[in-house]
Every structure is written in C-alpha cells, then in structure tokens.
C-alpha cells in the first residue's frame, strides 16, 4: 500500500523568499513521486517526478525536489517565491509498474507582497 | 497541446437526480480516470479505465457508474445524487500502464446537490 503525507496545510511566504513543502510518503515497492500544482480555478498541472533516476528532480517554473530514500521524504522547494506561485500543491505517491496514483491532502501556498 | 475536457465547469442537481459528467481526451490514451476532490482531502480515485468498455473500481465507487464507449470519451454518472456528492470532480487521462508518465487533467466540474 502506498500513501504520502504532506506536512503542512497552509504556508505563507514573502515574495523572493524561498519555499519549502514538505512531503513524507509510504510505498512497498520502488516508488514514483510527483508534485502536481492546482492553481484557482485550473485543473492540475504536473511540477515535477521522480522515477528512480536522478535524486534531485528539477521541474518547471524553478521549483525542485530532492527524493531521500531514508528520510522516505520528497520534499519541494523554490528559492525565490513569486506570486504565481501561489495555488494548491499535491505530493503524489505511485508503485511503480501500478496505475494508481495516491493524493496528498494539498498544501496552499500564499504568497505576500 | 494534450488536453483534457470536461464538458461543465459548474452544475447543480437535485437530490435523486441522475447525472453525467463527460470527459474528452485527444491524446488517444488508453487509461481515464475520474477522481473527486474534497478540502483536506486530496483526490480520491473513484473508477478508472484501461480500455474501451473496461472499467475498475477505485477507492470511492459507491453511488457512482462509469462508462467508456469510445477511447477518446468517459462519463463519470451519479445514479441518484445525494448532497454528499456535492464536490469537485476530476477527470484525468494517461498513456502508459503505469503513471511513471503523469497523468493529464481536465479543469474539474463544480457539482452541486440540493
């Protein structure tokens, strides 16, 4: 059984400060791991994955993610917040070779002037 | 560009009602999703399909059908809405078996029973 955890409901930055999601996940096998953005009103938008090649996964609009097997964490960040980024971010845990993807609870990020 | 549509941004339905929510994929993939998403909750799988008239359950099937007649089409349908189907539902569609290549999304339909 695979499930992920994200470790903050809410997180409030300054715009140019960086940003940091955190993620912890649970799998029995090798796992692939996304982070996906939801912005308002928008359907979902794939950030970045890991799929068992590099352990830092670079994604688009500046946002990276380092996968740390001991740690079972896949946390996100961006060292300079702008303000679109504000929106909802998922941690998305999946077995690979398994079609079934599993949904953190989402994590808003506010961006402050 | 791949996309995803959802035929309805917003709809409201009456208790007892049957609803269709349509999704339309141009990217000729095999599998289709529908998920449903709740504050606090994340996505919940609801059905997926792998094929044209295949479908498996995911982790919240109860009160909901699905049927896929076409590749390209899946509808996501409500037998008889109840309030506690108000939510935002997801439509999401893959090429691959496994999700090693993310799955694409629709913009979502706002339901809403009263």
């Known amino acids: 059984a695979q499930s992920v955890t994200q470790l903050d409901s809410h997180v409030s930055v300054s715009e140019g400060t960086p940003v940091l999601l955190r993620c912890n996940y649970s799998?029995?096998?090798?796992?692939?791991l996304f982070w996906y953005v939801q912005h308002p009103n928008k359907g979902l938008q794939l950030l970045l994955k890991?799929?068992?090649?590099?352990?830092l996964v670079k994604g688009i609009n500046g946002f990276e993610a380092e996968f740390k097997k001991s740690e079972t964490s896949f946390h996100l960040t961006k060292p300079s917040a702008h303000m679109s980024d504000a929106a909802e971010y998922f941690c998305?845990?999946?077995?690979?070779?398994?079609?079934?993807?599993?949904f953190g609870a989402g994590t808003t990020v506010t961006v402050r002037a | 560009d791949v996309k995803v549509t959802q035929s309805s941004r917003y709809l409201v339905k009456r208790t007892g009602e049957k609803v269709f929510l349509e999704c339309v994929q141009d990217?000729?993939?095999?599998?289709m999703f529908w998920y449903r998403q709740d504050p606090g909750l994340g996505l919940r799988l609801i059905y997926f399909?792998?094929?044209?008239?295949?479908?498996e359950k995911g982790d919240i099937p109860e009160g909901y059908s699905v049927s896929r007649e076409k590749k390209e089409r899946f509808s996501l349908i409500l037998e008889s809405a109840s309030t506690n189907q108000t939510s935002m539902y997801l439509c999401?569609?893959?090429?691959?078996?496994?999700?090693?290549?993310?799955?694409?999304f629709g913009s979502g339909t706002r339901l809403t029973v009263v």
């Open positions: 999401a569609s893959s090429l691959f078996w496994e999700s090693v290549g993310g799955y694409t």
């Open positions: 799998s029995s096998y090798s796992p692939s």
């Open positions: 890991y799929t068992s090649a590099a352990t």
């Open positions: 998305v845990v999946s077995d690979q070779n398994d079609y079934k993807l599993s």
């Open positions: 990217m000729d993939h095999e599998n």
């Open positions: 399909s792998y094929d044209v008239k295949m479908k």
